[in-house]
């Protein structure tokens, strides 16, 4: 395996780094077509349009899409299937994940000015959610549960689950996690249908204010098209991780953090960045070494070779503004002082701190979310959270006095915008 | 005019209701084609493209970008050119709005377990951001302090403004806002190829983080096309407000509160609820005298006549659930008990509480913020604030002995789901 080497002193540096994290998802105009056919048909015939393309595209063979509902017995049964150890492990991550969730629960507040002017900001919980896991290989019970767990601390009433079975298989691992979560209703529905019958409701399936969870093309597309009339999460890119070491982590580690990002899938992006040029040698050593025993040995090859690098920077200072550029989804500090060091962070999606603190520890059960933004979208956007099931309503409730001078105010601004309306409207308050 | 009158009496009042709310912003498909070029270009030719486009659309007669950018001191004559009445409200709006989110700002926060782990989110602000302004009549000076302010409190180091000047000509309220504010560069550009410019960078634009403001449907589809490469704020409908009053506020106030609301635009959407049949009749005719006095007359009554309502509801509780269904951008409570009532709400942009509390107040000076979710999307979205400003990246870091427990939990669920890097990564630091 030929894994990239650069040098920031290398005089093409810049570019060469710009090259390797492009990146743009193709938007491709014949899934967004076949895609916005299915919405407008789900969201005319309900019910009827979601049967027909389940039973097509999944080879099952309902006659009512109330029996492809999954009852809460199933779901706890499936739970307590499980071997002993799993379910421990389930139970133990989810409890982990609830915990450091409810740290961010967002709360009203408000406050009253002298003359009795009370302003402030109302929070409240999103009403019904609908969680979209994805079917076959890539059904993540940890997914489940990073999902479906912020939106139950926030307080969501109602969480719905769509989980696509093709030739009616399930996955037993999930239907256990949402068991675990708490998830209220499961339906066996997926693809571009199961969203649309989530965005606008049908006979069967509620209708919920906002979709979250990963799927395919065709669910990415859905998504966006249903934006507004639903929320959506973060469109997610590959995924990646960036590594700062300081060359004194043992190099198989930091070789199997790097694997444990590009046995994802190809396009998935692992980077390590070292000021110690022999370190990086080690590093690439133990990939040959070990890529021999990964059972996941092609992805992880073609993901290293086409969209990994070894850097070697001058400084770990010169490795964190790298980073800052970066933006990663994932983020290693492998150095000394990692908290100290993480001041220097401005943007990524999650922190990894000390040797022993590895990505995967985050995936499943450190705590904190693992829906992070990938492709850069760190410099804008946050890890999945509490606060993207609640939401806020400005509280204003101005009092008699108050409105003497604030409605000369806003009259005058508003005579001057041209909003007549506007200007009278607080005039007829002024005493 | 005819303004619709309804009761929640009425067989068919859900249909009505649902009929009324109706408003899909239909997506054209030439619009979409035109700006998908537009932003292809921009990304391509950079300044050379944005200089074609302004010039031809504004017919301006610039030979470099550059030349379209607007001084600081500029901003300032701006300012010091107001009449003295004028530049003191803007002053004190920005003053109140700058005060009021201030306590929208989120801190970093962590804590450490038994065994040592640490677990918390760092919470830093987005670098650049881009504050698009139309041209034109709806260029509203309001607008830049509404949306520069809260990216100024959140910490953002460079905030770019772009603003359209059709024909050269400046609007004077929109630059001394922006001097208000402290914004940092202005040019003079619009339409998607601002957008793309702001998205991709140019040689004279720098790129930035995230695209806020309004615009036109050519702007709404640009945004919408470069979300991801940076992050956008929502894509408004138009604006509507839902009032609920008990019968004992002037009509004429009411009308007035309705008109404010229906003079924005055609499209604007005003709705009564009251439980007092008299005193919706009393609005009426309210409505039928002040709308002659009013300049923007002609929008007001298309308005009202086409997209309002005058509700009977049987109770105030009714009209709670009511409204908990509109998800309105605008409430207004103009009931005796408004802060108890409010506790009923629970989706809504900004509820204004009280008699004495107009939108309009809440529109240029109370303090929040006037960029509200509109079309129903209050179920899932918050106002325009500080925290859109900033962003949170989770920390991580785990003791070694917090790594033997979780990395058990963790080589478990990743051997369940078939990620065996994850979990050797993991197993690795176990001792």
Same mark, same amino acid.
């Given at each position: 395996m030929k894994i990239r080497r650069f040098s920031t002193l290398d005089s093409d540096f810049q570019a060469n780094l710009k090259q390797l994290?492009?990146?743009?998802?193709?938007?491709?105009?014949?899934?967004?077509?076949?895609?916005?056919?299915?919405?407008?048909?789900?969201?005319?015939?309900?019910?009827?349009?979601?049967?027909?393309?389940?039973?097509?595209?999944?080879?099952?063979?309902?006659?009512?899409?109330?029996?492809? +509902?999954?009852s809460q017995s199933e779901l706890v049964a499936a739970l307590e299937g499980l071997p002993a150890e799993?379910?421990?492990?389930?139970?133990?991550?989810?409890?982990?994940?609830?915990?450091?969730? +409810?740290?961010?629960?967002?709360?009203?507040?408000?406050?009253?000015?002298?003359?009795?002017?009370?302003?402030?900001?109302?929070?409240?919980?999103?009403?019904?959610?609908?969680?979209?896991?994805?079917?076959?290989?890539?059904?993540?019970?940890?997914?489940?549960?990073?999902?479906?767990?912020?939106?139950?601390?926030?307080?969501?009433?109602?969480?719905?689950?769509?989980?696509?079975?093709p030739n009616g298989e399930k996955n037993q691992l999930v239907l256990a996690a949402a068991a675990v979560c708490g998830v209220d209703r499961v339906f066996c529905i997926g693809g571009a249908q199961a969203v649309g019958a989530l965005a606008y409701g049908t006979e069967t399936v509620p209708q919920v204010d906002k979709v979250v969870g990963p799927g395919n093309a065709y669910v990415a597309a859905a998504k966006r098209r249903v934006f507004g009339v639903v929320g959506i999460d973060m469109v997610a890119g590959p995924s990646e991780i960036l590594v700062i070491c300081d060359g004194k982590t043992d190099p198989d580690w930091i070789a199997m953090d790097l694997f444990s990002q590009a046995e994802h899938d190809e396009l998935a992006q692992s980077i390590l960045l070292s000021p110690d040029a022999a370190f990086l040698d080690q590093v690439a050593a133990?990939?040959?070494?070990?890529?021999?025993?990964?059972?996941?040995?092609?992805?992880?090859?073609?993901?290293?070779?086409?969209?990994?690098?070894?850097?070697?920077?001058?400084?770990?200072?010169?490795?964190?503004?790298?980073?800052?550029?970066?933006?990663?989804?994932?983020?290693?500090?492998?150095?000394?002082?990692?908290?100290?060091?993480?001041?220097?962070?401005?943007?990524?999606?999650?922190?990894?701190?000390?040797?022993?603190?590895?990505?995967?520890?985050?995936?499943?059960?450190?705590?904190?979310?693992?829906?992070?933004?990938?492709?850069?979208?760190?410099?804008?956007?946050?890890?999945?959270?509490v606060y993207d099931f609640q939401k806020r309503s400005s509280l204003i409730m101005v009092s008699s006095q108050g409105a003497q001078v604030l409605g000369k105010i806003a009259a005058t601004l508003a005579y001057g915008e041209g909003l007549q309306a506007h200007a009278r409207s607080a005039e007829y308050r002024l005493k």
């Open positions: 994290l492009a990146f743009e998802t193709a938007q491709d105009d014949n899934i967004d077509v076949v895609v916005a056919n299915i919405l407008k048909d789900v969201k005319r015939r309900g019910d009827e349009a979601v049967l027909e393309y389940t039973n097509r595209f999944d080879k099952t063979d309902a006659s009512q899409l109330g029996e492809l +509902e999954i799993q379910r421990a492990a389930l139970q133990a991550a989810a409890d982990r994940v609830k915990s450091y969730h +409810e740290k961010q629960l967002m709360s009203s507040w408000s406050y009253t000015e002298a003359d009795g002017t009370l302003l402030g900001q109302q929070v409240t919980s999103l009403d019904r959610v609908g969680l979209y896991v994805p079917g076959g290989k890539a059904a993540y019970p940890s997914s489940v549960l990073m999902n479906a767990i912020p939106a139950k601390v926030a307080g969501v009433q109602e969480l719905i689950m769509v989980v696509p079975t133990s990939i040959q070494r070990l890529v021999e025993e990964m059972p996941r040995k092609d992805i992880i090859t073609t993901s290293l070779t086409d969209r990994g690098a070894l850097i070697h920077v001058r400084d770990l200072d010169e490795a964190a503004e790298i980073s800052n550029y970066i933006a990663p989804e994932h983020l290693e500090l492998s150095v000394e002082e990692p908290l100290a060091f993480s001041k220097k962070i401005k943007h990524a999606g999650a922190i990894f701190m000390g040797r022993d603190t590895c990505e995967a520890l985050g995936d499943y059960c450190a705590g904190p979310n693992h829906v992070l933004p990938t492709s850069r979208t760190a410099r804008f956007s946050s890890p999945l959270g």
